[in-house]
């Protein structure tokens, strides 16, 4: 009646659900957003509040994301010696970086 035996059906059913099992896991997956894609979204420079350049203190800088210790003391550095920071290329000037660096950056300054 069959020309497979039992264990030969048993083997070829598993390879079945096995493939199917790996489609629907795959389309899960690609459908599906990553559970951190909401942190990543809430993380963004968009939903935080945007730090005054003018009057920003060292710890007010240091929550920026992409500035540490040393950024916040070149920033508060520049600020005594030469005034406010009024564009993103003085910023540069500022943080001893090519404006391509600072360039995340920008959106996360309130500019004059």
């Known amino acids: 009646m069959w020309p497979f ?3 030969e059906r048993q083997a070829a059913l598993f390879a079945v659900l096995v493939f199917i099992a ?3 896991f795959k389309l899960v997956f690609w459908v599906a957003p990553p559970v951190n894609a909401s942190l990543q979204v809430l993380d963004s420079v968009r939903f935080r509040p945007k730090v005054d350049l003018a009057k920003a203190s060292y710890s007010e800088l240091l929550t ?3 500035i540490g210790p040393s950024s916040a003391a070149r920033i ?12 993103p290329a003085e910023l540069s000037r500022a943080l001893k970086k090519k404006p391509r660096a600072v360039r995340p950056l920008i ?3 309130k500019w004059p």
């Open 5 to 7: 035996t039992v264990q």
């Open 22 to 24: 790996g489609i629907a």
């Open 64 to 66: 920026v994301k992409g």
């Open 76 to 87: 508060i550095n520049y600020r005594k010696t030469r005034g406010r920071i009024r564009n």
């Open 107 to 109: 959106g996360a300054f």
